[in-house]
């Protein structure tokens, strides 16, 4: 499979019942394949109506961000745990994580990044199985998962701005390989 029937998949996906309520579902973007994946929690209001990941308050400070940490967007590939946006944005439910899941990881197996930069909790356990952004941010897990906080964690608490970029700088050198 390839990532283009992939996210016609995803496009056409009735697996949960978030597909009922949402506009777009929102598979991801960026370059397959690609040194560096974020992976979120689950698309928002402007997301959900444009079918692409990040483009609300939250992407715009991933976008101040990552240009910060010198990475360039259009290089990355991004997407959420789950792909279609969950009702007033509440957290998605582990019926919906569960349904996702082979999504996100047939786009990691097609992508195959170098790092994959788990931002917030929910993408930190679908993938990892853990919890505890606070505690495991910044760190290496699996040799290839670097936790970091959601953008929207960052925006409701800018104190945590500096080491959101520290982590995205991080992300970058694994993501070009020169550790």
């Known amino acids: 499979m390839?990532?283009?029937?992939l996210h016609s998949k995803i496009l056409s996906c009735q697996l949960c019942d978030l597909a009922l309520g949402r506009t777009k579902a929102v598979?991801?973007?960026?370059?397959?394949p690609?040194?560096?994946?974020?992976?979120?929690?689950?698309?928002?209001?402007?997301?959900?109506?444009?079918?692409?990941?990040?483009?609300g308050r939250a992407g715009r400070l991933l976008d101040r961000?990552?240009?910060?940490?010198?990475?360039?967007?259009?290089?990355?590939?991004?997407?959420s745990v789950v792909k279609c946006r969950p009702?007033?944005?509440?957290?998605?439910?582990s019926i919906e994580i569960e349904?996702?899941?082979?999504y996100l990881q047939s786009q990691i197996d097609l992508v195959h990044p170098r790092v994959v930069g788990l931002m917030g909790n929910v993408a930190v356990g679908a993938l990892l199985n853990l919890q505890g952004?606070?505690?495991?941010?910044g760190q290496v897990l699996q040799g290839r998962f670097l936790v970091t906080f959601h953008p929207a964690a960052v925006l409701r608490n800018n104190n945590l701005q500096e080491a959101f970029v520290s982590d995205l700088k991080?992300?970058?050198?694994?993501?070009?390989?020169?550790?």
Do not use: W, Y
């Not at 390839?2 to 029937?5: F, G, K, T, Y």
């Open 99 to 102: 349904s996702c899941h082979h």
């Open 34 to 55: 690609a040194g560096i994946m974020l992976v979120g929690e689950a698309p928002g209001a402007e997301e959900d109506v444009t079918g692409r990941p990040f483009v």
């Open 133 to 137: 952004v606070t505690t495991l941010r």
């Open 65 to 79: 961000s990552l240009g910060l940490a010198g990475i360039n967007r259009s290089e990355v590939f991004i997407t």
């Open 2 to 5: 390839n990532l283009d029937l």
């Open 27 to 32: 598979p991801g973007e960026g370059p397959c």
């Open 170 to 179: 991080k992300i970058k050198e694994m993501g070009s390989g020169d550790q």
């Open 87 to 93: 009702p007033l944005n509440r957290k998605p439910k």
